[in-house]
Every structure is written in C-alpha cells, then in structure tokens.
C-alpha cells in the first residue's frame, strides 16, 4: 500500500506533467508576435511586449531563494513576478524604473530593460529529462517496496533477510537516486528525448538491484549478538 504514494506521484508526473510541459513549451516557440490590432482573445496565441513600472524588488538572499519584482502600469496585468536568481536584471532593478515585458497568455515570461532580459519562473523551459528522471525515481521506489512485498509474502524463511532497508533497501535507493540523475542530466545535455529517461532508468536499476541481491545471498546478514546481561549486584 506505501507503494502506490511514488507510484501515483510517477504516474502523475510522466503522464500529465511532462507531457503538459512539453506541449506548453512548444506552443510558446510557436508563439509570433501579436500585431498591432489583434484582438483580447488573439493575445491567448501571439507574443505581447508591455511596459511596465518597477514597484518593488526583494532578494531574499541564497538560504530562501526566493527572488521577486512587483510591477504595475500595464492595463491588464499587475503584480509579483518570481525568479529563479537574482541575475542578471533583477539584481540591477529598484522602484521607479521602466522595464519591458513579454507577455504570453496572460503571464509574464521575461522582463528587459536595455539590452539585458532575464526569465521569469513563468517561462517554458526544455527540462522534461530532469523531470522524467525525478518521476522515473518515484516508480522505481514503487517496483523496489513491490518486490520487497513480494518477497515477504511468498518466500521462505531465510537466515538472513535481505530484503529490507538494512539489507537492500539503502543501498538500492541510493544507487537509484545516482542513476536517474545521470541518466537525466546526460540526456538533458546531449539533447536525448525525455521518454528515453525512464527506459534508461529502470534498466540500469534492474541490473544494479539483481547484482545487488546476488551479492546479499553470497553475502548475508549476520544476526545481531543477544544483548550482554550484567549479574545483579544484590
């Protein structure tokens, strides 16, 4: 039953975040700039450029990472705007000054002021491997606590019982952690598509869990010694 929570928490992110990530990036490439008499509903699939009037700037320093501007001045959108650092414009911004906008359906991507532009976390950003290997992580968690239930259930009594968190279950979280971190970033640098993540993933964790088991039985556990008794002194 633990399982199914990293189980849900996979599916959720490979079949509906990802996918909804990707779309929503490639929509945003697509998007052209809106012309001059487009309508309010034609601004949901054009690229809007809008001035805005710095209010606020908060640097909440590296412990909180939580970087913001408030602005205002636009017809139609003000507010607080998050980012992900304070460079290399918000760092430079403080109330008064006049910053330029790009607006996508209804949200802020970037401010520009000048020459220098910086992302909102607004944004679509081309990171579905990162995300597919924090999901890929979840499922594996889910098949290593089924397999361990498994084994409960239907095995034989062993001297040792390696399938637990002493036994398999540290190491093998770790060594899955390590894999699907590789495996996202290497495929996020070399351009490698997102689904390849979990395919990778699970393979790699497969043969690290059946070497792993393998060394266990040649190796087992041994029980822990009886607590030492002292005499009573009376």
């Not at 975040?17 to 949901?44: F, I, K, M, N």
């Not at 006049?98 to 209804?106: A, D, E, I, L, N």
């Not at 499922?139 to 019982?161: D, I, K, N, Q, S």
């Amino acid at each position: 039953m633990a399982s199914l929570i990293p189980g849900l928490f996979c599916w959720f992110v490979l079949a509906v975040q990802v996918p909804h990530d990707t779309g929503r990036l490639r929509d945003y490439a697509a998007a052209a700039p809106c012309p001059a008499d487009s309508t309010a509903r034609e601004w949901e699939r054009c690229v809007r450029t809008v001035p805005f009037t710095v209010e606020e700037v908060k640097l909440n320093g590296e412990r909180a990472k939580r970087f913001t501007a408030t602005v205002a001045g636009a017809p139609f959108w003000n507010g607080k705007l998050s980012f992900g650092d304070p460079g290399p414009l918000l760092e430079r911004l403080g109330p008064g000054n006049k910053v330029t906008g790009t607006v996508w359906r209804g949200q802020v991507m970037t401010l520009a002021r000048g020459d220098i532009r910086q992302s909102t976390a607004e944004e679509p950003r081309d990171e579905a491997q990162i995300t597919a290997g924090i999901g890929t992580y979840g499922g594996l968690t889910a098949a290593l606590g089924l397999w361990f239930a498994a084994v409960r259930l239907t095995g034989r009594p062993r001297l040792y019982e390696p399938h637990g968190w002493r036994g398999l279950g540290r190491p093998l979280l770790i060594a899955m952690a390590v894999i699907c971190l590789a495996v996202a970033v290497a495929s996020y640098m070399l351009g490698i598509p997102w689904w390849a993540v979990p395919a990778v993933a699970a393979a790699l964790s497969a043969f690290t869990a059946r070497q792993f088991d393998r060394y266990r039985r040649r190796n087992p556990l041994l029980p822990e010694p009886p607590a030492l008794s002292l005499p009573d002194p009376a």
